[in-house]
């Protein structure tokens, strides 16, 4: 069964710290999509990165960068040189091609809190 | 500014009162989805349009729910004689084909 997890609740770091968000999958598809999404404290779902399944290469956005690693179901995201404003919760999310819907399993968030 | 909006934002209701919300995306996403999320928890899967066609319910879309997507353009989501257990946030995500899913603010429900 499909199933995302992401086992740290809550992290606190101080600013300009790096930070790691884990995420572990689970899926029996062969294709699939693998997403970070940031939701601050006014609700909204805010889109960071996606990952195909069947590209692995790890890339570098701005102060976000990512290690997918197929071996391990492993899609973990990292934050260099936190900032206060990266405070929210951070959730992955799983969507599967042959759902024919591609809707997305969430794991339960990270809370991440970056102290000044 | 993901460019889906969602109205209301916020909706307070007595139980047993029926509610509904109401989900705008951009003109390019052809799906269209109804998320639930409850406090400390990630979003759950409510139901998926495919343009006007609503292709997939989950089983915690019970009776009481029901969702359209009239000319495959907005979305309205209907909870009849609401329950105490319904309270939560309710977003709404378009998506284009083989892109990721945009998400409005959200509409957080309070039964009382």
């Known amino acids: 069964a499909q199933k995302v997890t992401q086992a740290q609740t809550e992290i606190s770091v101080v600013e300009k710290e790096d930070v790691t968000l884990d995420c572990v999958y689970e899926?029996?598809?062969?294709?699939?999509?693998l997403f970070w999404y940031k939701q601050p404290p006014s609700g909204e779902l805010v889109f960071l990165i996606r990952r195909n399944s069947f590209d692995e290469q790890n890339e570098i956005s701005g102060r976000y960068s990512w290690n997918f690693q197929k071996s391990t179901s492993s899609f973990n995201f990292t934050i260099t040189a936190s900032q206060v404003v990266d405070s929210a919760v951070y959730f992955c999310?799983?969507?599967?091609?042959?759902?024919?819907?591609?809707?997305?399993?969430f794991g339960t968030g990270t809370r991440l809190k970056v102290l000044a | 500014d993901t460019g889906v909006s969602q109205d209301p934002r916020h909706k307070i209701t007595k139980r047993g009162q029926n509610v509904t919300f109401r989900c705008d995306p951009i003109?390019?996403?052809?799906?269209l989805y109804w998320y639930r999320q409850t406090l400390g928890q990630g979003p759950e899967f409510l139901t998926y349009f495919q343009n006007e066609a609503q292709l997939e319910k989950s089983r915690l879309l019970s009776d009481r729910f029901s969702a359209e997507r009239p000319k495959g353009s907005f979305s309205t989501l209907e909870i009849q004689r609401t329950e105490q257990g319904d309270s939560a946030m309710y977003l709404c995500?378009?998506?284009?084909?083989?892109?990721?899913?945009?998400f409005g603010q959200g509409t957080r429900l309070t039964v009382v």
């Open positions: 899926t029996r598809d062969t294709t699939y999509y």
């Open positions: 995500a378009g998506q284009h084909t083989n892109t990721e899913a945009f």
């Open positions: 999310a799983l969507s599967e091609a042959t759902s024919g819907t591609y809707k997305y399993i």
């Open positions: 003109s390019e996403h052809n799906r």
